[in-house]
DNA sequence: AACATACTTTTTTCAGTGAAGCAAGTTATA
DNA sequence: TATAACTTGCTTCACTGAAAAAAGTATGTT
């Protein structure tokens, strides 16, 4: 990142930016307010809300009670100045959100297409879609952004998915693609942490400078902010604790290595912990023969199943200890656990809370 | 932090520090090169190294050669404009250095103190000592601020010591103290981390925007940079890789965890691994009744004790281990690995490239 | 070799611009 | 009449850009 140098432009902006801001959070609010909260010039308030006015960023909502003198004229953020996209490439899904600028959905769309599809073909239907959406909003206004999530290894400067199993598709300019198409900045970002901006913007996160978000389910991934800001790695590839070593030497893991967390902690650990010890737990009525789901387990759980509540409570232990490095190496005041895997979070929680604390250094 | 507002005085302070750290790191250079590095007009440039030189804060160092016209004038940071003072605190040691801003050592001292002292007896001592330094500052001169080191965890913010087991100290506002008696700033962290800032500022880390170094000794620690910036976590305690858990349910680490790094990649497991497998190695020459230190075992793995090398090799495997769970965490461009116990390189740094190349995801 | 002319490059000067800040004034209310 | 909210007009100051000044180099002529 260059360094900006300081002129008029660069004042211009700041202070804008510190306005909006101001109002857009903290609003409905007066011009008084926002001056005695930026310790900003009256005037300069009232230059800057003036202009944000014709540009219908901003607009008076109305007055409130005087305290004793003329009433304050509310300003409040324009949340339908614009509008914007979100999109969530899953196995054999697409779901769209048109959004406002408060991530009010407005629209919400969800498209099936062939498991194992070519990206050129995906792409044309993610392509038709938004022109569909794009008819939704209204004549005076217009789509500001399209942000995107997979599963898989982005790099997200240039907006390019590097490599995704999940899709079998690899080195493929989303962004390019889609901005040469619409002419609007594209974003593009993997699932976890997608979900970890919206956890930093609207979410638990919004008061937190640093954070970790922790996804338990197919397998474990993380998203990391730091100093409010998403922290990606020098390749994109930042967070995946699923593949922390966790038992050195231990059970093979799909990515190759050998005892990562993610082999004892995720959905394939607990159905293969079940199958292989279902001889020891006689009174189980787990039927070995019909494929077993994820769901199913949970289910035979919920109805007090041991063998379904061991491999799950031992996959939480597990988790636990992982967390317990991320805790030890990040020292977050706060970690958010998220991910399909917490539909089981009666049985997993207790077990992981009672590790990290009794282990914490 | 509080979002500055955009001001005269934020355009100033934004283009002097351009200025002066563009001078500082491509110094010597003249004013029509600043202008063009930074994109800032040239007769501001001009005026900016008025006010510069007038501070003392620069100087004019000659000319270079004509390049078809007037020859440029050199412009030069002052490194000896003020001095520092960087203290490390040892278990029964105290290490001084003055130096300017340039970092080069005007003066190196070492200040022996009686193991287990009570902090305000070092405190004093350390007060004497930077009374006597401050005599070596040129009259002219002055004192610009004081850091200090200590291994333990710090409250960086406050400067505060929150505890040191090295020391058994602990709440102490050292800061607070040397603060109120030189009257200038007063940094506090522990050693790793000041490490880790020397690596930024001065080493290989000049040119990163994110790394993770890793000091391999009595114990396994680390400082971790992230945008260029020392991330200490919310309560101070970041980079304790030493404690993940490597091997769950694994051997008892000192800090009450179990199977934590530490408990396998250290001084202590290499020499406690000697002891329980001696009786494996008849061959082996030492002599487990004398007292045995790591850097008698370093001088037996030397000699070609296989004992000695067996253990070393194991303790390099553990750390591999987790030196993987921290790229597949961080994604870092580079990994600084430093501390007492890469004495035996030779030894370790093969075993430990060979896991990471061979396992990274 | 001495000199004149043309061109380059670096640095300084100075009027102009614009965003914030300040103070006095206006509006609206208790 | 006092007070709070907001507006207007003027001032300030850091950057900008163009022109001028300073200090060279390159080349051709006598």
Redesign the pocket.
Known sequence: MRLR?????L??D???SLVINEIRLNGPI????ISKNLN?????V?????ELKTQKLIFEIG?A??????????LEFNYNYGYTIGIKIEENNLIFALTNLNADIIRRKKVPFKRGSNSNDVLELIIKNIEDLIKAIPMDRSLLGIGIAISGLIDQKRGRLIYSGMLNWSDIDISGILKDRFNVPVYVDNDVNAYTLAELWYGQGRTLSNFIVVTYGSGIGSGIVINKRLYCGDFGGAGEIGHMVLVADGRKCECGQKGCLEAYASENFIIDYIKENIQFFKESKINIDEELSIEKVYEYAKNGDMLAINALKLSAKYLGYGLLSVINIFNPSTIILAGEGMVAKDIILPVVIDIVKNNFF
Chains 1, 2 share one sequence.
């Open positions: 140098i300081g002129n008029k432009d004042i211009k700041i202070n804008r007066s011009r008084t307010d900003l010039g009256l005037s300069t009232t230059n800057i809300v003036e007055e009670d005087s305290t004793g003198g003329r009433k304050p004229i509310l």
